[in-house]
């Protein structure tokens, strides 16, 4: 059974870093495309950013480019988030996302985690 | 990087078909064959119905169907029942290692 667990949210004030995690079982990790998704509280769904498996292609959405990094550690079948310079909009639930293919050119997430909570205190 | 406009709401009796659409521009819908949909019940992850504009993941019932033309993708739930009441979300490769989202629809099964 695939398997996608996020950890590393909480609360943190404006300016601030934190740094994400998802640990993956159940699936070949190093074959897939990951992705980064969020939902601030009661809106819709906002692709952060996403690698495709061998990390040569990766992209962020214009709202985070230049203050969050995306990276992977096929070894230990884990995907991270280092977010920088935290903002209050970028409160949120951060879902880690499995692709169905290697690349990211054909984005279509069909595993997610339940993610974990970032809510950023000016 | 702009979302994908989608209907804030959409609604329709048991039994009956609905269709929801999404509209992008050329350098995202219309430029790829790379659009993807996602049913989400309230406080639940979303899950995967459709991807690449028309193929269904294995367990998705035939009930839900994608189609494109243009600028626009669209998602069409036969034979509505209760359990499909969620919002709905596409998304599409827009370039340059970049996704974006729709900003999604609430299905209302009256």
């Known amino acids: 059974e695939v398997q996608l667990v996020e950890s590393g949210g909480g609360l943190i004030q404006a300016g601030r870093s934190l740094r994400l995690s998802c640990a993956a079982s159940g699936f070949t990790f190093e074959n897939y495309a990951m992705h980064w998704v969020r939902q601030a509280p009661g809106r819709g769904l906002e692709w952060v950013s996403g690698l495709n498996w061998k990390s040569e292609r990766i992209g962020y959405a214009d709202s985070v480019k230049g203050r969050f990094t995306i990276s992977r550690d096929n070894a230990k079948n884990s995907l991270f988030l280092q977010m920088n310079s935290l903002r209050d909009e970028d409160t949120a639930l951060y879902y880690c996302a499995k692709d169905v293919d290697a690349s990211i050119g054909t984005p279509s997430m069909d595993a997610w985690g339940q993610g974990t909570s970032v809510t950023v205190s000016s | 990087q702009s979302a994908l406009t989608q209907p804030p709401s959409a609604s329709g009796s048991p039994g009956q078909s609905v269709t929801i659409s999404c509209t992008g521009t050329?350098?995202?819908?219309?430029?790829?064959?790379?659009v993807s949909w996602y049913q989400q019940h309230p406080g639940k992850a979303p899950k995967l119905l459709i991807y690449d504009v028309t193929k269904r993941p294995a367990g998705v019932p035939d009930r839900f169907s994608g189609s494109k033309s243009g600028n626009t993708a669209s998602l069409t739930v036969s034979g509505l029942q209760t359990d499909d009441e969620a919002d709905y979300y596409c998304n599409s490769y827009a370039g340059s290692n970049s996704v974006v989202f729709g900003g999604g629809t609430k299905l209302t099964v009256l």
């Open positions: 050329s350098s995202d819908v219309g430029g790829y064959n790379s």
